[in-house]
């Protein structure tokens, strides 16, 4: 059988003492079930023949393998601190490495037999107390057991931390804004309130979509952040117009976000009492979408070569990750040729009875833009 190629796959030795012919055959067993997952095993009863030394089998896979594994017995670690026998010598040799700097995550402690904790019955040599061992001692548990130990020869954990978050907003004197009792606006005081975008989107999961929880915690002064408005001009609640505006960040005030409206309301009217530029206070969960610092940069930049698109970008917060692409299609008209070539292509079907230099309409640029940002 053609071997694996020790470059790609992870080496391993094994350290065990020889306790009876079955704990012998287990180890050897245990080794073939690594070896059948791609495991290169060194181990003493395959690759040390009769008349060779099993002291420099040692010493040399112990430099040269990934892992050792320790497979732990009661006898094993009697034989560790007496230094007795093959057992004492190998622990010489890991105590040695581990002394010169070697990681001691190098070295798996395997369970087989006795106890994990202090005592006659201990089956863990003391160098190795309180490292995280693997207990194989239960068979019915043998393959939960050997998946753990499978993924640590491959550095494959199970489980493995989030991604790194934002630093959060933890506000300043300049950020937090003192303004006496706070509360949420109501329809009976204020003439309109904010609908809640979390219990939304649990009413709605299939399309009414919201930013991450941490997201909507870890906004900052200067970002964008889109509500859900319900406009009560007479103070009814039967009597509302919903609206979705914009609200620029301006601080906040314990687990309340104080910001400045953007959006003059589309149904804003003498009874009206919401206006561009007033002081909104909200919650984190009433956030449908966030437009941040770096984000209202980008669209700046998009207005400059393409006002029409910059204001679709504005109006329904899109984020387009490869920025710069997407500014030189803008810059050089290779997006908006994009478009008019779609529109010439529409006009040709229908057998040229439209204008063919005509752009598509708003909603069509809108979904041209998205499908470009998909790719």
């Known amino acids: 059988m053609q071997a694996n190629n020790s470059e790609e796959n992870p080496k391993v030795l094994f350290s065990y003492s020889w306790d009876s012919t079955d704990h012998k055959f287990w180890v050897r067993k245990l080794a073939e079930r690594l070896v059948l997952n791609g495991v290169n095993v060194m181990l ?21 393998s990934d892992y050792t594994i320790i497979i732990c017995t009661p006898n094993y670690a009697k034989k560790s601190i007496e230094r007795k026998g093959g057992v004492g010598y190998e622990q010489q040799i890991i105590s040695g490495n581990i002394a010169s700097g070697v990681s ?26 309180g490292v995280r061992a693997i207990d194989m001692r239960d068979d019915t548990n043998h393959d939960l057991a050997f998946e753990i130990l499978l993924r640590a020869v491959w550095s494959e954990p199970e489980l493995v931390p ?16 003192l303004l006496g009792p706070i509360r949420l606006p109501t329809s009976h005081l204020d003439g309109y309130y904010l609908k809640s975008g979390v219990a939304s989107s649990q009413q709605f999961p299939d399309t009414f979509e919201i930013p991450e929880e941490v997201d909507r915690h870890s906004v900052r002064v200067g970002d964008l952040v889109k509500l859900y408005f319900g406009i009560t001009p007479s103070g009814d609640p039967k009597d509302v117009e919903f609206e979705r505006m914009w609200v620029k960040v301006s601080g906040s ?9 953007e959006n003059e ?21 009433h956030i449908l979408n966030i437009m941040t610092i770096e984000d209202l940069e980008f669209y700046e930049e998009a207005k400059k070569y393409d ?54 309409s708003l909603g069509d640029l809108l979904s041209k833009i998205r499908n470009w940002i998909a790719k």
């Open 162 to 177: 989030p991604a790194l978050g934002k630093k959060p907003t933890f506000g300043s004197l300049a950020s937090r804004e």
């Open 44 to 64: 003493d009863e395959w690759h040390v023949q009769p008349g060779e030394s099993l002291t420099k089998f040692m010493e040399e896979n112990i430099q040269l």
């Open 265 to 285: 309301p589309a149904c804003a009217d003498k009874r009206n009492r919401l206006h561009w530029g007033d002081k909104i206070i909200f919650l984190p969960e």
């Open 253 to 261: 005030n314990g687990a309340y976000l104080t910001g400045t409206l």
């Open 307 to 360: 006002e029409e698109v910059a204001g679709l970008l504005w109006m329904h917060g899109i984020v387009k990750e490869d920025r710069e692409s997407f500014l030189q299609a803008l810059k050089d008209g290779s997006f908006r040729a994009g478009l008019e070539e779609d529109a010439k292509r529409e006009v040709d079907d229908m057998g040229g009875t439209q204008n063919p230099s005509r752009i598509k």
């Open 104 to 129: 001691r995550k190098k070295f798996i402690p395997v369970v087989r037999v006795g106890s994990f904790e202090v005592g006659p019955s201990c089956a863990i040599p003391p160098h190795f107390l």
